[in-house]
């Protein structure tokens, strides 16, 4: 079966600070993978999605996430965070004959001052 | 910009009543679908629907039914509420592609 794991529940770091949020996904068939963001009180925004093409993808806002086949990873990136990066986030992954998406548990990025 | 309405931001309801969460998405996509979100265990799929009056069960589905009458419009049923249905519902909506769903703002929903 499908699965999505995102190790770390809670993310603390201070403004400016670099920050890595980790995915790992299990499927033995080729999957679509997306990182969505949750702002307190809205839904789910996508941040970005990976569907084929170069293993790097990056978001307007500074967020890049690297899809690695051999570790089944795609983990989500940012250089410098800001405080407005404070939110939830959720990585899915979506399998190529499907509509239907799995989501991780999600991890809550807190940016302190 | 795709729009994913969800009629509710905010209900509370008793147990045994009989509750309808509506979604409406003004993009004319094929597929829409139904999550609850609770903490610690992200998004659960409880229903989706890939055409007019289809319908497939997701992973949580006991307890719940949907209804597609219209392409634009998706509603979720909770036949007789239950407190452990007390939870975030999101509806989200995508086309037939590789192409990412999107989601409306969720109804927190109280089941007292």
């Known amino acids: 079966a499908q699965s999505v794991t995102q190790l770390d529940s809670q993310v603390p770091v201070f403004e400016e600070a670099p920050v890595e949020l980790r995915c790992n996904y299990s499927?033995?068939?080729?999957?679509?993978l997306f990182w969505y963001v949750q702002y307190p009180n809205q839904g789910l925004q996508l941040l970005l999605k990976?569907?084929?093409?170069?293993?790097l993808v990056e978001s307007i806002n500074g967020f890049e996430a690297e899809f690695n086949k051999s570790q089944t990873s795609f983990h989500l990136r940012k250089p410098s965070v800001h405080i407005s990066d404070t939110a939830e986030y959720f990585c899915?992954?979506?399998?190529?004959?499907?509509?239907?998406?799995?989501f991780g548990t999600g991890t809550r990025l807190q940016v302190f001052p | 910009d795709v729009k994913v309405t969800q009629s509710s931001r905010y209900l509370v309801k008793r147990t045994g009543e009989k509750v309808f969460l509506e979604c409406v998405q003004d993009?004319?996509?094929?597929?829409m679908f139904w999550y609850r979100q609770d903490p610690g265990l992200g998004l659960r799929l409880i229903y989706f629907?890939?055409?007019?009056?289809?319908?497939e069960k997701g992973d949580i589905p006991e307890g719940y039914s949907v209804s597609r009458e219209k392409k634009e419009r998706f509603s979720l049923i909770l036949e007789s509420a239950s407190t452990n249905q007390t939870s975030m519902y999101l509806c989200?909506?995508?086309?037939?592609?590789?192409?990412?769903?999107?989601f409306g703002d969720g109804t927190r929903l109280s089941i007292l």
């Open positions: 989200a909506s995508s086309s037939r592609s590789n192409q990412p769903q999107h």
């Open positions: 499927s033995s068939v080729s999957v679509y």
């Open positions: 990976y569907l084929s093409g170069s293993t």
């Open positions: 899915a992954v979506r399998k190529h004959n499907t509509d239907k998406l799995i």
């Open positions: 993009m004319d996509h094929e597929n």
């Open positions: 629907s890939y055409d007019v009056k289809m319908k």
